[in-house]
């Protein structure tokens, strides 16, 4: 088989079909896994999933964990949710860089005898009887420019690749998921965030906290190290590029007079919207803008061509869904492509993990009946819920949980 993307979800994906005793090949048209913590949060299901794998104990030794998200009205705590209610082995939410995510997956696939292919893109693909036919770009780069030169990159040749299952886990503009033409069902309009992690002088804390107003969902997450993560969002007016490529950079130059602005937006953007915030930001140690679009694929594939991860679905950030409920799809898409593969099962499989995801990320986006109030439900709480839902960090029995907490009904 044949993934397509080196991000958490494609790297678990080829290290459970290569555990599993299948034939696979993984290719990624960067040229390292991120530099920065995208996705910064690993929900108490994905601690499990890594837990069986072995993998938890480094996870978690490099990561903080989070006992509790709070909900904010300005300077007003309105609600908490206690990721240590439903118990089991992992009863936290646990914050750590993408980059060293990234880096632990990668070295266990490393050790499975498996290397991603990095300056390998994705071009196209075609059916062909039991098998899927792929061609792949290899990518190089040029300098151009004579005053100022920068790097262009360019396809340096052109690979035809034949696999019997292609598995694309290549992120929100999914080229596997544009080729097989599968479209979007959106529950909402894109929103926009901008992103800023930087040093505090302040002892770290062991709680999320989520600043909730009229028209903006914002995220104070803690950080291993004494660091913090400002996600703010953006209103009307305050403009943002094209979403961005991922930094693969894991070094970010100073630029003081830069920073200086950076550090006064954020102070001025936290006292706006969340008063109570008072550690001062003391370093810039990464900033960018992102763009998400809460929506699902309305396949999840077809025939020998399947999607997981990002490429598939997206939420709101404050969650962490799009990610974690992603590893899980890696590990059920596997379970059935080795039945496939090994034990001759019918395609059925595929077609019940398409069914399944479906059913659950309707009720993650809420398109359904969504959240629903009780007759004792928080007025507060009540009239935020379709807010409040895609902050929660959870699917299946673990978000009816929290959301109970909230005395809601999912």
């Given at each position: 088989?044949?993934?397509?993307?080196?991000?958490?979800?494609?790297?678990?994906?080829?290290?459970?079909?290569a555990?599993?005793g299948?034939?696979?090949?993984?290719?990624?048209?960067?040229t390292?896994?991120?530099?920065r913590?995208?996705?910064?949060a690993l929900q108490?299901?994905?601690l499990?999933?890594l837990?069986?794998?072995?993998?938890?104990?480094?996870?978690?030794?490099?990561?903080?964990?989070?006992?509790?998200?709070?909900?904010?009205?300005?300077?007003?705590r309105?609600?908490?949710v206690?990721?240590?209610?439903?118990?089991?082995?992992?009863?936290f939410?646990?914050?750590?860089?993408q980059?060293?995510?990234?880096?632990?997956?990668?070295?266990?696939?490393r050790?499975?005898?498996?290397?991603?292919e990095?300056?390998?893109r994705?071009?196209d693909c075609?059916?062909?009887?039991?098998?899927?036919?792929?061609?792949?770009?290899?990518?190089?780069?040029?300098?151009?420019?004579?005053?100022?030169?920068?790097?262009?990159?360019?396809?340096?040749?052109?690979?035809?690749?034949?696999?019997?299952f292609?598995?694309?886990?290549?992120?929100?503009?999914?080229?596997?998921r544009?080729?097989?033409?599968i479209e979007?069902?959106?529950?909402a309009?894109?929103?926009?965030?901008?992103?800023?992690e930087?040093?505090?002088?302040?002892?770290?804390?062991?709680?999320?906290?989520?600043a909730?107003?009229?028209?903006?969902?914002?995220?104070?997450w803690?950080l291993p190290?004494?660091r913090y993560?400002?996600t703010?969002?953006?209103v009307k007016?305050?403009?943002l590029g094209?979403f961005?490529?991922?930094?693969?950079?894991?070094?970010?130059f100073a630029?003081?007079t830069?920073?200086?602005?950076?550090?006064?937006?954020?102070?001025?953007?936290?006292?706006?919207?969340?008063?109570w915030?008072?550690?001062?930001?003391?370093?810039?140690?990464?900033?960018?803008?992102?763009?998400?679009e809460?929506?699902?694929?309305?396949?999840f594939?077809?025939?020998?061509?399947?999607?997981a991860?990002d490429?598939a679905?997206?939420?709101?950030?404050?969650?962490?869904?799009?990610?974690?409920?992603g590893?899980?799809e890696?590990?059920?898409l596997?379970?059935?492509?080795?039945l496939?593969?090994?034990?001759?099962?019918?395609?059925?499989?595929?077609?019940?993990?398409?069914?399944?995801?479906?059913?659950e990320w309707?009720?993650?986006?809420?398109l359904?009946?969504?959240?629903?109030?009780?007759?004792?439900?928080?007025?507060?709480?009540?009239?935020?819920?379709?807010?409040?839902?895609?902050?929660?960090p959870?699917?299946?029995?673990?978000?009816?949980?929290?959301?109970?907490?909230?005395?809601l009904?999912?």
């Amino acid at each position: 088989m044949l993934v397509v993307g080196a991000g958490p979800v494609g790297l678990l994906t080829a290290i459970l079909a290569a555990e599993a005793g299948l034939k696979v090949r993984i290719i990624d048209q960067e040229t390292r896994t991120a530099a920065r913590s995208y996705a910064c949060a690993l929900q108490p299901q994905s601690l499990k999933l890594l837990d069986e794998m072995g993998l938890a104990a480094p996870v978690v030794e490099q990561g903080l964990k989070i006992g509790t998200m709070a909900f904010y009205d300005r300077d007003s705590r309105r609600a908490e949710v206690r990721l240590s209610e439903p118990g089991g082995t992992f009863p936290f939410l646990l914050t750590l860089p993408q980059a060293s995510f990234e880096g632990i997956l990668e070295q266990r696939l490393r050790a499975a005898g498996i290397r991603v292919e990095w300056n390998h893109r994705f071009a196209d693909c075609r059916e062909e009887g039991e098998q899927v036919a792929v061609t792949v770009e290899e990518l190089g780069g040029t300098a151009t420019g004579y005053i100022v030169p920068h790097w262009e990159t360019v396809v340096k040749s052109q690979v035809a690749v034949r696999a019997r299952f292609l598995v694309g886990a290549d992120g929100f503009g999914s080229r596997v998921r544009q080729r097989l033409g599968i479209e979007h069902n959106s529950a909402a309009g894109p929103a926009f965030f901008a992103i800023y992690e930087f040093e505090t002088d302040e002892p770290g804390e062991t709680e999320v906290k989520v600043a909730l107003d009229d028209a903006t969902s914002n995220v104070l997450w803690p950080l291993p190290g004494n660091r913090y993560r400002w996600t703010f969002q953006l209103v009307k007016g305050e403009g943002l590029g094209a979403f961005p490529e991922k930094e693969r950079r894991s070094v970010r130059f100073a630029q003081p007079t830069v920073d200086e602005e950076i550090r006064q937006y954020v102070a001025q953007a936290a006292k706006q919207r969340a008063p109570w915030f008072t550690a001062r930001v003391r370093g810039i140690t990464w900033c960018t803008d992102v763009v998400f679009e809460p929506r699902m694929a309305t396949q999840f594939g077809r025939g020998h061509c399947w999607l997981a991860g990002d490429a598939a679905h997206q939420t709101g950030p404050v969650g962490v869904q799009s990610m974690n409920v992603g590893l899980r799809e890696a590990s059920a898409l596997v379970r059935r492509l080795r039945l496939i593969l090994r034990e001759r099962a019918s395609h059925e499989a595929l077609e019940s993990y398409d069914r399944e995801r479906q059913q659950e990320w309707q009720r993650l986006l809420g398109l359904g009946s969504g959240a629903r109030a009780r007759d004792d439900t928080d007025p507060w709480v009540s009239q935020r819920r379709a807010k409040i839902l895609p902050c929660l960090p959870g699917s299946e029995a673990d978000l009816t949980g929290l959301a109970g907490q909230l005395r809601l009904d999912v």
